[in-house]
């Protein structure tokens, strides 16, 4: 009887543990990884929206990147690692051939990427203000005009400025006539900083493809895809194939736990799984019950006469028979 309880208590405690992970991984606020620009981050500085919307292909490496890039658009936001050259020579191929590679950056890793493809545009690493131009304060800058189709403007994030200085490059947004770099230097004033407009969008054709490069890392994120016209950004940049680079995230542990959930959750939610636990349950709990707690009973009872021979046997065995019938 008892290892009988105890099968049935470790199955109930299974299945409430099954329940509690669908829960925590469906819910999608239970548990919030932290991490910068993560795909499964929902809280405001991940990209659970992008990914949602735009349902990119994850990549856990350059490695895998198509050898023809026609058809493909290659996501590189807020890298925080350093890129090898061996990575840029990679990138490299995949754009010359025809893709198309946007890389969304502000003071992170971008430039290692753009010097180790050869390019002499770079992220400039100084913080954009607009005391006009903005959405609750002057860092919180918005782009008033971009030239691309269905894009009117932009939000921005703490963003810097771009440093365009490929041939062919065509600057695609600027900041306000208002904007200025917020000083950062001893003696530096906001009355003696540089004024705009700065460049903070651009395309630099690269072979047969092109280099997109945006000042802002945060323009995807789930608190700014909503603003402006930020969505419809994302809209205009996504023709074709979207891969989303998460080698160059620096990733903590929770996002780790975060992933393993998500990949659980999935192979639960495969019908063929789901109802093959379900029949190994019942069929625990079956053998169990007919197979083991029989014999422990029987072991009990002979116990039982060996320590009292004056007992009837028949007795106490009819007697067990009409206990368990009450059961």
């Known amino acids: 009887m008892r290892l009988r309880n105890a099968v049935i208590v470790g199955v109930v405690a299974g299945l409430i543990f099954v329940s509690l992970l669908v829960y925590f991984t469906s819910s999608l606020s239970v548990l919030e990884a932290p991490d910068d620009f993560s795909p499964t981050n929902t809280a405001w500085n991940g ?6 919307v735009d349902k990119p292909v994850l990549l856990n490496g350059l490695a895998s990147l198509p050898t023809d890039g026609v058809g493909f658009v290659l996501m590189e936001v807020g890298p925080s690692v350093p890129f090898t050259n061996s990575e840029a020579g990679v990138a490299s191929l995949f ?9 969304a950056d502000d003071f992170g890793s971008g430039n290692t990427l753009l010097q180790g493809m050869g390019l002499s545009s770079r992220f400039n690493g100084s913080l954009l203000a607009d005391p006009l131009f903005n959405f609750q304060n002057s860092w919180l800058v918005v782009v008033p005009r971009v030239e691309m189709t269905n894009t ?10 771009l440093s365009v200085a490929d041939q062919g490059a065509q600057v695609l947004g600027y900041s306000s006539d208002f904007s200025y770099i917020y000083p950062t230097q001893p003696g530096q004033t906001i009355s003696n900083a540089p004024q705009g407009p700065f460049p903070v969008l651009a ?31 994302l809209r205009d940049l996504s023709r074709g194939t979207v891969l989303f680079d998460t080698s160059h995230l620096t990733i903590g542990p929770t996002s780790t736990v975060r992933s393993f ?27 169990y019950r007919f197979g083991k ?5 029987e072991d009990e009872l002979k116990r039982i006469v060996e320590e009292h021979p004056e007992w009837d046997e028949t007795k106490l065995r009819k007697l067990k028979e009409d206990i368990e019938a009450s059961e």
Do not use: C, W
């Open 95 to 103: 754009v010359r051939s025809g893709g198309t590679l946007v890389v």
């Open 203 to 233: 395309k630099v054709p690269f072979g047969t493809g092109n280099v997109i490069l945006v000042s802002d890392s945060s323009v995807f994120i789930n608190s700014m895809i909503g603003r402006s016209s930020n969505s419809a950004f």
């Open 152 to 161: 009117s403007g932009l939000a921005l994030n703490y963003a810097s400025t």
């Open 293 to 297: 707690a029989a014999p422990e009973k």
């Open 261 to 287: 959930e998500l990949s659980a959750y999935s192979l639960l939610s495969i019908p063929e799984v789901k109802y093959s636990l379900a029949l190994v349950g019942l069929a625990a709990i079956t053998a």
């Open 47 to 52: 990209m659970s929206t992008f990914v949602s």
